[in-house]
């Protein structure tokens, strides 16, 4: 009963509401955005909106289970700075997402703060609240939850069944339409940790705690976000997301490892939070090695006078039989040359079960796919083309 009560207020922070409300608002623009350029949503579940919980319990679980029995505890100070910052960064940056960086920065901030050098820990400290001295012990702490932060963007991103290619069409400095691909995802991930001093339960009398030799432990889920906002022009966005998965993963490895040896270690915590800082950065390189990888390849998302280039793939619809991949192009629908949608879906009319087609891949290479479609409504097939004329 207690910890059903730890959970509901975890759910009342406004950390998590906001989180979720800008996962809902991102869902619904996608959704807009594809009922206005291609007719309809490629999929219009909210699914950004649902992955933004339910990514984040399995991983929350296991975290907490594992982070209770190794005793990882932070400051509430600390735990403070990171959601007001994070609260800050959801509303101020409304087409972006930076979690690590809104991790690393609140650990600066602490470390400048300096709870012991000001008054305010005085005043804490007289109604209960123990502010946690800066030491190195916290800092592995940070780099243990950072570990965290880097690994469940990893994982986000090699879940194939979030990676929602949602094409966006622009033009090119010659005016020509190019496709970009956006994947865009933010969680959370509830981690327990502790919280030194047994004050929450002065005030809530059921909140449990722990007693570990003779300091007392206060248990608090702590909204951990994790995520980011990437996109691709010329390179096939899953093998993209997994090769940029690695680099997090990397990352991630290198922080626990940090942590590990720093335990081992007399490294004083000036070194420790210089090394979160590496590691924060690290990720902005990376970053920027996706998108420099990106822009130094051959191919693009273009429109085509050669068939029509497939730009999307909608989920459980008949085009899931055809082994099409976005880029494809087809050249022949029903044995008919294709040049425009309207052709398409014209040659989709002559044959209304079936459908046969003749693509050629991102290698050049000519294939021949076929499968039935539904009946009468040949708009169903699920392939997202460029339309013929933008609205």
């Known amino acids: 009963m207690q910890l059903l009560k730890v959970l509901e207020l975890f759910i009342l922070q406004p950390l998590v509401w906001l ?11 996608r959704v807009n955005y594809e009922r206005h350029h291609f007719r309809s949503a490629i999929d219009a579940r909210y699914l950004e909106s649902r992955h933004f919980v339910t990514d984040g319990l399995l991983l929350g679980v296991i975290v907490t289970v594992i982070g209770l029995a190794l005793g990882i505890f932070v400051s509430p100070v600390w735990v403070v700075i990171y959601e007001l910052l994070a609260v800050i960064s959801l509303v101020i940056v409304p087409f972006g997402l930076v979690p690590v960086t809104v991790f690393g920065l609140s650990w600066v901030l602490y470390w400048g703060f300096n709870p012991n050098a000001t008054r305010i820990a005085a005043q804490l400290q007289a109604h209960g609240v123990l502010t946690t001295t800066l030491s190195s012990r916290v ?3 940070g780099l243990v939850l950072l570990a965290v932060l880097l690994a469940g963007t990893a994982w986000l991103l090699t879940r194939s069944n979030t990676q929602l290619n949602s094409p966006q069409i622009q033009p090119d400095q010659r005016g020509k339409r190019i496709v970009r691909y956006r994947w865009h995802q933010l969680a959370v991930v509830p981690v327990g940790v502790l919280i030194p001093g047994d004050w929450i339960r002065a005030t809530l009398s059921w909140w449990p705690v722990f007693q570990v030799g003779q300091q007392t432990y206060s248990v608090l889920l702590l909204p951990l976000l994790i995520g980011a906002s990437v996109q691709v022009y010329k390179q096939l966005p899953r093998l993209a997301w997994r090769r940029l998965a690695t680099g997090y993963w990397f990352l991630a490895a290198i922080s626990l490892g940090s942590a590990l040896i720093a335990q081992l270690t007399a490294l004083s915590p000036q070194w420790l939070i210089g090394l979160m800082c590496v590691l924060v950065v690290a990720t902005w390189l990376l970053l920027a090695q996706h998108r420099y990888h990106d822009r130094h390849q051959q191919f693009w998302y273009s429109d085509t006078d050669q068939g029509v ?10 085009a899931d039989k055809l082994n099409l991949k976005i880029g494809d192009v087809i050249l022949e629908c ?18 209304p079960t079936y459908v046969h087609l003749k693509v050629r891949n991102r ?16 708009h169903e097939l699920g392939i997202v083309l460029f339309t013929d004329q933008e609205d």
């Open 334 to 351: 029903n044995r008919q040359p294709v040049h425009t949608e309207a052709q398409f879906y014209a040659a989709l009319l002559k044959s």
């Open 19 to 29: 989180g979720l409300i800008r996962s809902i608002l991102s869902a619904r623009r």
């Open 363 to 378: 290698q050049q290479e000519l294939i021949i796919t076929e499968t039935a479609i539904y009946s009468g409504a040949p």
């Open 309 to 318: 280039r497939v730009i999307g793939l909608r989920p459980q619809t008949p």
């Open 139 to 141: 800092i592995i702490n």
